[in-house]
């Protein structure tokens, strides 16, 4: 394996990673990262490999050994591995099928448009603050069946376990686990409450749901709440941000979408593929294995970089080039293999819905001045998304 010469750290590389992403593919495929962004695992960055990681479970597992994110029990259904896996994934698919995810588009589209006006005549805006946190994390407490008057409460402690302020690895393991105590007891009692009487939302449904002919565990419920409420609350707000941050930058790009909305839906496509939002995914080897001539011992915590994958030269044409008319869509924002994204309808109607309704009420926007977008690590949040127009 080679030396740890390349991180993800510095402002500017989080900013724009491909450059590295490629030193890593071309250079060192099979490496450590330096800094705190090695997560004390080896990093996958070429395609093929990191497909390999998506695709045999048996090798390249999801047990809870593989990150650190406060939780105590195997989060439902991210970190159970194939046969397991496919009883919970058949429970829950129905409810994020696409038909189901439309009958929400409703209550999305007079969201946003209630966020958008309270910025529109301003000619500013902080969009993360303003829109691009409020409207997912809104929409899902809702759907959820958490309470939306404690959303800053929740917004924090997602915080607490996605990206906490710590200096070290021991710090953050500390950080992440005193967290995670507080999202058990909160996920508890709605539980607990629920369990009482049901309400007309997504708790109370897994709660009446059966797997393999039998209900859900209280635990059960409480540990598919804890991943949605880490995946729920934080990947849509950054892919909007993500999204709307290259659009300020790139006004050819941005015309496209204001001529003619029905490009909307391949944009997406190809800024998910381009920013990959969600940049990386965790796995532990279950045996000792070898990637690309290099040597790996079972137990070893493996950093899959989607982002690079998703640009790899030996896999896409012009991969640096964002092409709104591109041909191939499979590219892997939202994973890939059996725990493929379960939200990704869901994700992909919000998205839709923000920038048609964005573009229609604010379509000449930028930068202010002198911002420099600061990316956050893992899940690339943008909190000085400054925008004027
Ligand atoms: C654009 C937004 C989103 C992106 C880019 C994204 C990305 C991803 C990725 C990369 C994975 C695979 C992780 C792995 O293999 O280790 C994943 C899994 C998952 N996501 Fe998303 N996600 C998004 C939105 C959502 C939303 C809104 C939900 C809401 C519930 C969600 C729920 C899940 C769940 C439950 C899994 C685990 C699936 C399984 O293990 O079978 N995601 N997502």
């Given at each position: 394996?080679?030396?740890?010469?390349?991180?993800?750290?510095?402002?500017?590389?989080?900013?724009?990673?491909?450059?590295?992403?490629?030193?890593?593919?071309?250079?060192?495929?099979?490496?450590?990262?330096?800094?705190?962004?090695?997560?004390?695992?080896?990093?996958?960055?070429?395609?093929?490999?990191?497909?390999?990681?998506?695709?045999?479970?048996?090798?390249?597992?999801?047990?809870?050994?593989?990150?650190?994110?406060?939780?105590?029990?195997?989060?439902?259904?991210?970190?159970?591995?194939?046969?397991?896996?496919?009883?919970?994934?058949?429970?829950?698919?129905?409810?994020?099928?696409?038909?189901?995810?439309?009958?929400?588009?409703?209550?999305?589209?007079?969201?946003?448009?209630?966020?958008?006006?309270?910025?529109?005549?301003?000619?500013?805006?902080?969009?993360?603050?303003?829109?691009?946190?409020?409207?997912?994390?809104?929409?899902?407490?809702?759907?959820?069946?958490?309470?939306?008057?404690?959303?800053?409460?929740?917004?924090?402690?997602?915080?607490?376990?996605?990206?906490?302020?710590?200096?070290?690895?021991?710090?953050?393991?500390?950080?992440?686990?005193?967290?995670?105590?507080?999202?058990?007891?909160?996920?508890?009692?709605?539980v607990d409450a629920?369990?009482?009487?049901?309400?007309?939302?997504?708790?109370?449904?897994?709660?009446?749901?059966?797997?393999e002919g039998q209900?859900?565990?209280?635990?059960?419920?409480?540990?598919?709440?804890?991943?949605?409420?880490?995946?729920?609350?934080?990947?849509?707000?950054?892919?909007?941000?993500?999204?709307?941050?290259?659009?300020?930058?790139?006004?050819?790009?941005?015309?496209?979408?204001?001529?003619?909305?029905?490009?909307?839906?391949?944009?997406?496509?190809?800024?998910?593929?381009?920013?990959?939002?969600?940049?990386?995914?965790?796995?532990?080897?279950?045996?000792?294995?070898?990637?690309?001539?290099?040597?790996?011992?079972?137990?070893?915590?493996?950093?899959?970089?989607?982002?690079?994958?998703?640009?790899?030269?030996?896999?896409?044409?012009?991969?640096?080039?964002?092409?709104?008319?591109?041909?191939?869509?499979?590219?892997?924002?939202?994973?890939?293999?059996?725990?493929?994204?379960?939200?990704?309808?869901?994700?992909?109607?919000?998205?839709?819905v923000a920038l048609?309704?964005?573009?229609?009420?604010?379509?000449?926007?930028?930068?202010?001045?002198?911002?420099?977008?600061?990316?956050?690590?893992?899940?690339?949040?943008?909190?000085?998304?400054?925008?004027?127009?």
């Amino acid at each position: 394996m080679s030396e740890k010469k390349y991180s993800l750290e510095l402002p500017e590389v989080a900013r724009n990673p491909h450059d590295t992403y490629r030193k890593l593919r071309d250079n060192a495929p099979v490496t450590e990262l330096s800094g705190r962004s090695s997560l004390g695992a080896v990093t996958l960055s070429r395609h093929e490999d990191v497909m390999r990681a998506f695709q045999t479970p048996e090798v390249f597992s999801s047990d809870p050994g593989a990150v650190d994110i406060g939780n105590t029990r195997p989060l439902v259904p991210l970190q159970i591995d194939p046969p397991h896996h496919r009883k919970h994934r058949k429970a829950l698919d129905p409810l994020f099928a696409p038909q189901q995810m439309a009958k929400h588009e409703p209550r999305v589209r007079e969201l946003i448009r209630e966020l958008i006006d309270n910025v529109a005549d301003e000619g500013h805006c902080n969009f993360h603050h303003e829109i691009a946190e409020p409207m997912p994390s809104t929409i899902f407490l809702e759907l959820l069946g958490l309470p939306v008057s404690r959303v800053e409460e929740f917004l924090a402690l997602k915080d607490g376990i996605v990206r906490p302020p710590a200096r070290s690895m021991e710090e953050r393991r500390e950080m992440v686990n005193a967290t995670g105590q507080e999202i058990y007891a909160v996920l508890e009692e709605v539980v607990d409450a629920r369990m009482a009487e049901r309400q007309d939302d997504f708790l109370s449904t897994i709660l009446d749901a059966e797997v393999e002919g039998q209900p859900l565990s209280r635990d059960d419920v409480v540990d598919i709440g804890y991943l949605f409420f880490i995946a729920g609350l934080d990947t849509v707000s950054a892919s909007l941000e993500c999204m709307v941050a290259f659009l300020a930058q790139n006004p050819g790009h941005r015309q496209q979408l204001v001529d003619d909305p029905s490009v909307i839906p391949h944009a997406i496509e190809e800024l998910l593929r381009y920013e990959s939002p969600v940049a990386s995914a965790a796995r532990i080897t279950a045996v000792d294995t070898e990637v690309n001539g290099c040597p790996i011992s079972a137990g070893t915590r493996i950093h899959v970089l989607i982002g690079s994958a998703n640009t790899d030269e030996r896999t896409w044409d012009n991969p640096d080039e964002v092409n709104f008319g591109r041909e191939s869509k499979k590219h892997i924002a939202f994973g890939a293999g059996v725990h493929r994204c379960l939200g990704s309808h869901l994700a992909r109607m919000e998205l839709r819905v923000a920038l048609e309704e964005w573009h229609a009420r604010v379509p000449d926007y930028r930068l202010a001045e002198g911002i420099e977008p600061r990316f956050s690590q893992g899940i690339r949040q943008i909190d000085n998304l400054e925008l004027v127009w």
